[in-house]
């Protein structure tokens, strides 16, 4: 019997394998970002789109390799602009995680991890009790916590405050008559930034129908950025907390308190 042929791995290096597996990563990443969403088919119409283009040429039809051909070579600027949200937020993911390693370990130099923790219970409280409180209330409220300050999401649709948190100044602007209640707070580093700010729409076909635009907002800041969100429902007082395009709905101020914690 004759053995296995192996000479096509000959010549194969420890690089090639690295290569092959960062590819597949990259893949993994732009497949995770963009999955639920409209992107979704849209690159499965560019793949139809190719696999024609590979076929035409193959058989030699050469008036439509020439039309294909064409939209083919101007298709990548079409894709980065098609793309541009996916690919800003693939590029947020991993700025995020880099620039969140390098601040955990530079707190962890001068703090221990408990004194770390200690302080964001601290600066957590007062939001936490405003959800409930508005929960309770059926105050409609939509809360996105940001790493950075974005101005081309944040500032341009809602009005600058940059306030200390407090309980109360939260459940001003989303009392009924405020009129800093529509839209949603924009929080960093545990200030409030902006209120009444616009923030872009999910267009996830996989939502659950209750899902109205507030929900969908909150969803819709958390998959072009690295913010996470929380939602009070107007209608039913439940929250939901919204990271990476995914909900957590219905949680308890606890399980919210957990996450936040998590996040910040
Ligand atoms: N693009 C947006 N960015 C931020 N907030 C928005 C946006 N669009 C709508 N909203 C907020 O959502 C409110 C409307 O919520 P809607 O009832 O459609 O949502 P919902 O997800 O069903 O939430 P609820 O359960 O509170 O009713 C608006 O009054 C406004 O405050």
Redesign the pocket.
């Known amino acids: 019997m004759e053995g296995i042929d192996l000479s096509v791995f000959s010549g194969f290096r420890l690089f090639d394998i690295i290569d092959i597996l960062l590819v597949a990563i990259i893949i993994y990443y732009v497949y995770s970002l963009i999955r639920g969403t409209i992107a979704v088919n849209i690159l499965l119409g560019v793949a139809l789109f190719y696999a024609i283009y590979l076929i035409v040429k193959q058989m030699q039809m050469r008036l439509l390799t020439e039309i294909f051909g064409g939209f083919i070579q101007v298709g990548s600027i079409a894709l980065i602009v098609v793309f541009q949200q996916e690919i800003r937020r693939f590029l947020l993911h991993v700025g995020k995680n880099i620039s969140m390693k390098r601040k955990k370990i530079i707190w962890s130099f001068f703090l221990n991890k408990k004194e770390v923790a200690k302080d964001n219970s601290e600066h957590l409280k007062p939001i936490i009790e405003a959800c409930r409180s508005m929960s309770k209330s059926r105050t409609?409220a939509?809360l996105v916590f940001s790493k950075y300050f974005d101005e081309e999401y944040y500032q341009s649709s809602g009005e600058f405050i940059d306030a200390h948190i407090s309980k109360r100044l939260i459940e001003s602007i989303f009392h009924k008559n405020s009129p800093l209640h529509?839209?949603?707070v924009v929080i960093v580093d545990f200030k409030i930034m902006t209120a009444s700010?616009?923030?872009p729409?999910s267009d996830s076909e996989d939502l659950p129908l209750q899902?109205?635009?507030?929900?969908r907002?909150a969803i819709g800041v958390t998959e072009v950025s690295d913010a996470v969100a929380v939602v009070v429902?107007?209608?039913?007082g439940e929250i939901s907390f919204t990271k990476d395009g995914n909900v957590n709905m219905n949680i308890s101020h606890e399980e919210l308190a957990e996450l936040l914690r998590d996040e910040l």
């Open positions: 409609g939509l529509d839209g949603a700010c616009v923030l729409l899902f109205g635009l507030r929900h907002a429902s107007e209608e039913t």
